[in-house]
């Protein structure tokens, strides 16, 4: 099924790339912050904390910026696909990658998340028909090897526990359906803010039920749930959401899959600067094609 998509002003690849960057680097940051705030509470707690607060900071932010006027008038069904989407990501891929994260660590589940471009590259040729070209999935190929390559050195020097990893690697599914999903809602016009404001506080609504029965809501309120909270809120939730749709909206939604290929490079940096989180050499060598990949990924002619 093809999407029709509206004329939009020309961005240069090295705009798209510098955005992209940045939207791995925030993302990669995430599973640091995570990992500390769940020293004071339960991952599903977490979660549906900061995507509430996520959702106030939102509202208030439009206020002060004098964005709460009139909103035009949506068709339901994009809104009902703009929800799933970001259900799809904040509560099912975040859900799980949380849970599994209790037992794996951060820069191995930066790492595992990184396998999601591959399948929503195919998905967007086969779904939304977005050419793609040899080079494109050349560079898919080289950084999925680059992401093979480092989970074997992690495995043969601390083997992570096996229902932790499948976990991480089911909510990786889900992300792969909700870029398509989030392609398909920013492609009818709907503005990045409006979809921000659908996804956010529903996703925290959505768990919300799910941290009361499965942690009691329990929460000890010290430095490292508040910095975990705030950060993950303010600066993950918000920014990522809206680099997320500025990428799939002018990169389509392969190219913007593609740049988690990245977060090896930065969730292990992340890991082993903040939380001393021992590194094997093989992650080191693994960085290459990964970058190489992504390279071919941005580069123009497909």
Do not use: C
Not at 184 to 197: E, F, K, M, Q
Not at 279 to 288: E, F, I, K, Q, R
Request: glycine share 12%; charged share 10%.
């Amino acid at each position: 099924m093809s999407v029709p998509t509206l004329p939009l002003p020309p961005v240069s690849l090295p705009r798209l790339a510098l955005v992209g960057t940045l939207f791995s680097l925030v993302w990669s940051s995430a599973f640091i912050a995570g990992k500390i705030g769940m020293t004071s509470t339960g991952p599903l707690t977490l979660l549906s904390l900061r995507f509430l607060l996520a959702g106030a900071l939102l509202v208030l932010l439009g206020r002060w910026l004098g964005a709460s006027g009139q909103a035009p008038r949506v068709d339901r069904s994009i809104l009902l696909i703009a929800l799933a989407a970001g259900l799809l990501t904040n509560a099912v891929y975040l859900g799980l990658a949380y849970s599994g994260m209790r037992t794996v660590p951060a820069g191995l589940t930066a790492i595992l998340a990184s396998t999601s471009p591959l399948l929503t590259a195919l998905l967007a040729t086969l779904w939304l028909r977005e050419p793609f070209g040899w080079r494109g999935a050349l560079g898919l190929l080289a950084g999925f090897a680059g992401i093979v390559w480092i989970m074997g050195g992690r495995a043969s020097s601390m083997p992570p526990d096996t229902t932790g990893v499948l976990l991480i690697l089911a909510g990786t599914v889900a992300l792969s359906a909700s870029t398509l999903l989030n392609r398909r809602a920013v492609a009818s016009g709907l503005d990045p803010w409006r979809i921000a404001l659908v996804q956010l506080p529903a996703s925290g609504l959505a768990l919300l039920p799910l941290a009361w029965w499965r942690e009691g809501l329990a929460i000890r309120l010290d430095a490292a749930f508040f910095g975990s909270l705030i950060y993950q809120a303010a600066v993950v939730s918000i920014g990522t959401t809206l680099m997320l749709l500025w990428l799939v909206r002018h990169g389509g939604a392969a190219r913007a899959g593609s740049f988690h290929l990245l977060n090896p490079v930065f969730g292990t940096l992340l890991a082993v600067g903040l939380l001393q989180e021992a590194v094997p050499a093989s992650d080191l060598v693994g960085v290459l094609p990964i970058v190489a990949g992504l390279a071919l990924v941005l580069r123009p002619g497909r």
